[in-house]
């Protein structure tokens, strides 16, 4: 691998940007892949993250001071065939220029702490290699910077300057980790091509496995739909090998003779000895412990047939339900068989002697039983008697009965116990009458108001239509007649406004399901914002299932590319043309039809430059009209059809 160098770059603990969480582990991964599986030299690889260890007695942090340097100083002394250089961390688009973030990127001056990617890619160029591979897995957490989509700038420079990039995402989606996979999606999706193919990767290949696996990964794990964006800037570029075959494996094929397959002569046969013979010990009754049989149970006649005589003398005993006596194992060495007996007819199994019957009891012991019988029969009944006797007496002694009351008396305390004035009122008093009492969360006093309204505007300071929803919900706390009660009412209907403006600015993003979901929120409370809210959920809802639709269709047509193959880019330029203007999804699919429209009028201009000019004319052709490669692709047919380049 003398001709190609590895850079790779992860950084997780940004100084001014939320922390990522296998940046590092990303740049780490393509090293160790690099060095380890293909033989890469350790001075022609060299990664730069948070804990990369020193270099040439120079720092490895991924500062932008670091990052300039080992660009300056440690590029231009490498082999000068191909660079892989592999980003996994944050960029951002800032006044339409792409940058890439160092550990010490501060968004408020990106300019003045980023890496301007063009630049990055002229300092690679000058350094004087003959090819490029550039991976980049940015695009992160699109809410942490502000700004525009990262990518849009690079993918249209690497084609003009012959620089084969592969994005982790299309520049409308996002980038996303997962922490089963221990990498970022699009890292962990390139590491299995990587081993998939290995020494036979090239970036067609590459690029048909990406298309397929990253969408299937982000499925698989509940993560917003990702799809790389794949530029390759010429046809040799996409089948020119990415990784080398291994020099161990080279060596091997080389030394390995051609192995020539011949026919074992035919020898005759000659007897062969048995392995039971040629195992068997002198003494022709001992076998070796590898021969001896498992013990086997022993049927029941075999049981039987052990109690006869012969065993106790110490014979084999003779089985009767198998027929035959087996042949003495001595006969193993004697090539002809044994003389056998003529066969016996089998025996009727023996009929099992009854059981011996338990001797009769005596006299003397039958006249005990019958004493015995007699007196427990006795005391049953004595037991009987005397609970009937008890029975009658026992209500009169322990417990009185109403009947035993005298019913002349007058006195009705008599009949029944009263019951305790602390369960239940005498008839004679009244119930008293029940006080309201104030609910702890009604607020009686203008200070009680005032606290729920400054708790109500604790929660809008997320600036989230969930936030204003909670403050709504506690202002409504306040009654009317309450103090401040008009006060909270004109908080709600200003709230209840301003999730509204959310779910418009969320449609507006074509975030339907988000507009739909704020809309939800809008108090009743408010009756002119609510109506509204009402209104528009019906349309953003139809625009919902539309915009489901359309995503589908742009799902297919990116199914449908090769990026070898220009009849592929124009099936998928048709598929795209099925979704109407003004729909959801439109603008998305024109990026796509401009940028494929392009890459078809690069694919033409490799072929002219084989001097192949009849398929690069009719690559041209595929070119749809309208599209800012039409024109010059029609004027590279002209020159084409005259056989000019």
Request: proline letters at 12%; glycine letters at 6%; a negative charge.
């Amino acid at each position: 691998m003398a001709d190609y160098t590895s850079l790779a770059i992860g950084i997780n603990r940004y100084q001014y940007i939320q922390p990522l969480s296998y940046a590092q582990q990303d740049a780490q991964a393509i090293h160790q892949l690099l060095v380890e599986e293909t033989e890469l030299p350790p001075e022609q690889a060299l990664m730069l993250t948070d804990a990369s260890p020193w270099v040439e007695q120079h720092t490895t942090e991924p500062t932008q001071a670091t990052i300039q340097y080992w660009l300056n100083q440690w590029l231009p002394r490498q082999p000068k065939g191909l660079l892989w250089f592999f980003f996994s961390g944050y960029g951002v688009t800032w006044q339409d220029e792409d940058y890439l973030m160092p550990i010490d990127g501060n968004p408020a001056d990106i300019p003045g702490t980023a890496l301007h990617l063009p630049t990055v890619v002229n300092q690679i160029q000058q350094a004087g290699f003959q090819k490029i591979l550039m991976l980049l897995d940015i695009n992160r957490s699109p809410g942490v910077i502000a700004g525009q989509s990262v990518g849009s700038q690079i993918a249209q420079l690497a084609p003009e300057q012959g620089v084969s990039l592969v994005l982790s995402s299309q520049v409308e989606e996002a980038s996303h980790e997962h922490g089963a996979l221990g990498h970022g999606m699009f890292t962990a999706a390139l590491l299995e091509g990587l081993r998939y193919y290995s020494a036979n990767l090239t970036l067609d290949k590459l690029s048909h496995y990406l298309y397929e696996r990253l969408p299937e990964l982000s499925e698989h794990h509940w993560r917003p739909m990702q799809h790389p964006l794949i530029i390759i800037p010429s046809i040799e570029s996409a089948q020119e090998p990415l990784l080398p075959r291994l020099e161990s494996e080279n060596i091997q094929m080389a030394a390995a003779p051609t192995p020539v397959l011949t026919a074992p002569p035919i020898e005759p046969k000659s007897p062969q000895p048995d392995p039971v013979e040629a195992a068997v010990s002198d003494d022709p009754d001992v076998l070796p412990p590898e021969l001896l049989p498992e013990p086997l149970e022993a049927p029941p006649e075999a049981i039987a047939a052990l109690n006869t005589p012969d065993v106790a003398a110490g014979n084999e005993p003779s089985l009767p339900p198998f027929g035959a006596t087996p042949p003495p194992r001595g006969a193993v060495e004697n090539p002809t068989p044994p003389p056998t007996e003529p066969p016996q007819p089998l025996a009727a199994p023996a009929v099992p002697e009854p059981l011996p019957r338990r001797s009769q009891p005596t006299q003397k012991q039958q006249s005990w039983l019958w004493y015995g019988s007699g007196a427990l029969v006795f005391l049953g009944l004595l037991g009987v008697l005397w609970f009937f006797q008890n029975r009658d007496q026992a209500p009169v002694v322990e417990v009185p009965t109403p009947e035993a009351v005298d019913p002349s008396s007058n006195d009705s305390s008599a009949a029944a116990p009263a019951p305790p004035t602390s369960a239940l009122p005498t008839a004679t008093e009244n119930p008293p009458a029940a006080q309201p009492t104030p609910s702890p969360s009604v607020p009686t006093t203008l200070a009680e108001s005032q606290a729920i309204l400054a708790k109500a505007r604790t929660y809008i300071q997320s600036n989230q239509a969930t936030g204003f929803s909670q403050a709504i919900a506690e202002a409504s706390k306040i009654p009317p007649g309450a103090p401040l009660h008009a006060e909270a009412q004109a908080d709600i209907s200003r709230w209840s406004q301003v999730i509204l403006d959310i779910a418009r600015g969320r449609a507006n993003q074509g975030d339907f399901a988000g507009a739909i979901a704020a809309a939800q929120l809008v108090s009743a409370q408010s009756a002119p914002a609510h109506q509204t809210a009402q209104q528009q959920l019906g349309q953003w809802q139809a625009q919902a299932e539309q915009q489901k639709k359309n995503s589908e269709t742009i799902r297919t047509a990116r199914r449908q590319i090769r990026a070898t193959q220009a009849s592929s880019f124009s099936d998928g330029i048709q598929t795209l043309r099925t979704i109407p203007a003004g729909q959801p999804g439109y603008g998305q699919a024109q990026d796509l039809i401009e940028r494929w429209s392009k890459q078809i009028y690069l694919l033409a201009n490799s072929r002219a430059r084989q001097k192949n000019y009849k398929q690069a004319i009719t690559t041209a052709q595929l070119v749809p009209q309208g599209t800012p490669s039409y024109d010059a692709a029609q004027q590279a047919i002209a020159r084409w059809q005259q056989g000019k380049p």
